[in-house]
């Protein structure tokens, strides 16, 4: 059974920085493509980043472009994201993923529980 475990949310204030994780376990995790996304309060849920099997290939949403990072270590069956120059805006249940990578969160069939980030204006 594959199990995706996030940490690393908290509540920061605008401009600063957080690093979230997603632990992977039951399944080899170099096999899978990753994605983070989020959801805010009364809104859908949003495509924030995906890295592909290998990390050779990242995409971004363009709203986050230039702030934040995705990577993973595949030694460490883990994915991040770091997340830089954070905005009020980027305040939302964020999600790590497992599967294709893509923006499609449809594509991706397994899911973690979500972690809480909180931007401070």
């Known amino acids: 059974q594959v199990q995706l475990v996030e940490s690393g949310g908290g509540l920061v204030q605008a401009g600063g920085s957080l690093r979230l994780s997603c632990a992977v376990s039951g399944h080899t995790f170099s096999s899978f493509g990753m994605g983070w996304f989020r959801q805010a309060p009364g809104k859908e849920r949003e495509f924030v980043a995906t890295?592909?099997?290998?990390?050779?290939?990242?995409y971004y949403a363009d709203s986050v472009k230039g702030r934040f990072t995705i990577s993973r270590d595949n030694a460490k069956n883990t994915a991040y994201l770091q997340m830089n120059s954070l905005k009020s805006e980027d305040t939302a249940v964020y999600y790590c993923a497992a599967g294709p990578n893509g923006s499609n969160s449809y594509a991706y069939a397994y899911w973690g529980q979500g972690t809480q980030v909180t931007v401070s204006s």
């Open positions: 890295i592909s099997s290998g990390g050779g290939s990242t």
